[in-house]
């Protein structure tokens, strides 16, 4: 299998590779290329042009600004793994990165081109709605930043237009006494997840639960961000009946078939992986909030 | 821009001067231009591992990177592992001891790996090594071989410590 040819371009600066990627029809941009080789070497995907961002050293890196978490496009999965920053203020991030693929793949992976490809169980994709993050996305025209949301037009599709870089993903860390847990079910270690769930829990003085972020992801076209079971568990007692009852609408989102899963077993998946991440997250709130 | 590149690259420490077409993989360049055939290739899209080489010490599929992409990079595979005199390296000597491997076409991959994982993680316990393993495929040994080979050779390990050369 070998990929059809291609013009290749390792520019050295953002500014030249959105020049690039302006000037170019059927470019592609290469980051890590742990998805992209593969679809190139199938012939999945063909590009006349390809823009290699390994070598723009802007744009790689773990930063901190306003209490927020910035990570550079070209960030590897392997750094943000063993960041101490990562495990201090989002460890959630760590505890998701462990089902990312393998180590080969890790060290090489990167979180800006995980969220560009956009698969719906990607677990950086799951964190990035988890946390509700913002996007940087850079070209020839300019900048601008996208919620999570408008970022997440579909099936593994962004809205980034055309001409547009990624650049970084901001992250907005909760208290350090927050409870946290990611689990997911897959066929095989490192398989991509049949259903992915994430929590946040912060809990008030008097244990009960203060905020609450939810990620649910297999289930539609992008990562799904339960409202209902959300609003459940505002001001509650973390009990597990109201853990339950949470996770019971979360089993009640809409959710797709394929030739393996049926919507009815990832809606199972679903309702069992958001009570545990929740019995977990509050148990981690409670140790931390003790410690 | 199709055209070939000049690149040069440090493979086993020595350096390599070629010329290479943009689409050509960094593991058909290492077999069919450097003509170092250790490093296998399986599933050529990022599935069996066999592949692995380390690229600036950090495992990485070979068959997923451009050869372009090492111009001015170090890497090393399977045929660095073992000291120049051909004899095998503590790691190559517990799979030999363990019977770690039987067809053999997934060991330089594994090898690889496992060395990294050595490089970093003087003593990983079975868990580590199984997870770390998970990403190169082994049809032959059920991997319980494997597992008490990286074990074996983790315990002859000072920590921290390698030959003159940094193998483990």
């Not at chain 1, 961002?53 to 790689?60: G, V």
């Not at chain 1, 460890?91 to 719906?120: K, M, Y």
């Not at chain 1, 593994?156 to 079910?185: C, N, Q």
């Not at chain 2, 490089?119 to 049809?139: A, F, H, K, Y």
Request: with cysteine; proline share 5%; charged share 20%.
């Amino acid at each position: 299998m070998k990929p059809a040819p291609f013009a290749y371009y390792d520019p050295a600066s953002l500014a030249e590779a959105s020049a690039l990627l302006a000037r170019h029809d059927n470019a592609r941009l290469l980051a890590g290329g742990q998805s992209l080789m593969p679809m190139m070497n199938f012939r999945y995907v063909t590009p006349d042009h390809l823009i290699d961002l390994n070598k723009i050293p802007s744009l790689a890196g773990i930063g901190i600004a306003d209490g927020a978490l910035r990570f550079g496009a070209m960030t590897r999965q392997r750094e943000i793994e063993f960041s101490s920053e990562v495990a201090r203020l989002c460890p959630v991030i760590q505890e998701a990165l462990a089902h990312v693929g393998h180590r080969q793949t890790r060290n090489r992976g990167t979180i800006g081109g995980s969220l560009c490809h956009f698969d719906p169980a990607a677990e950086l994709v799951n964190l990035t709605a988890l946390y509700g993050g913002t996007l940087e996305a850079e070209s020839v025209r300019g900048k601008r930043v996208l919620a999570f949301d408008a970022f997440a037009a579909g099936f593994m599709t962004s809205s980034l237009e055309p001409d547009e870089i990624l650049t970084a993903v901001t992250l907005k860390p909760w208290g350090l006494r927050h409870g946290y847990a990611f689990l997911e079910l897959a066929r095989r270690h490192g398989d991509f997840a049949i259903v992915a769930a994430s929590a946040l829990l912060e809990l008030d003085p008097r244990g009960r639960i203060a905020r609450a972020a939810l990620a649910l992801s297999g289930l539609g076209p992008v990562p799904a961000r339960p409202e209902k079971s959300i609003a459940l568990l505002q001001g509650a007692e973390p009990t597990r009946e109201a853990f339950l009852a949470a996770a019971e609408e979360a089993g009640k989102i809409e959710a797709m078939s394929d030739a393996y899963y049926s919507a009815a077993y990832r809606q199972h998946l679903a309702l069992v992986l958001t009570r545990r991440v929740l019995e977990q997250a509050a148990r981690r709130a409670a140790e931390r909030s003790t410690a | 821009m199709t055209q070939k590149r000049r690149i040069a690259v440090t493979v086993n420490g020595t350096r390599y001067e070629r010329e290479a077409e943009p689409r050509l993989s960094l593991a058909d360049f290492l077999r069919h231009d450097l003509h170092l055939t250790g490093t296998h290739l399986g599933c050529e899209h990022g599935v069996c591992g066999a592949c692995t080489v380390l690229f600036n010490g950090h495992s990485a599929r070979s068959c997923l990177m451009l050869a372009v992409q090492a111009d001015g990079q170090e890497i090393t595979t399977v045929e660095g592992l073992s000291p120049a005199d051909g004899s095998l390296s503590p790691l190559q000597e517990a799979f030999h001891e363990k019977h770690a491997l039987q067809c053999g076409f997934c060991t330089p991959g594994i090898l690889c790996t496992v060395t990294e994982l050595l490089r970093e993680v003087p003593r990983p316990d079975e868990t580590q090594i199984r997870e770390c393993l998970s990403g190169n495929l082994c049809r032959c040994t059920g991997y319980q071989p494997i597992i008490e080979a990286v074990l074996l050779a983790a315990s002859q390990l000072e920590p921290g410590i390698k030959d003159e050369d940094g193998r483990v």
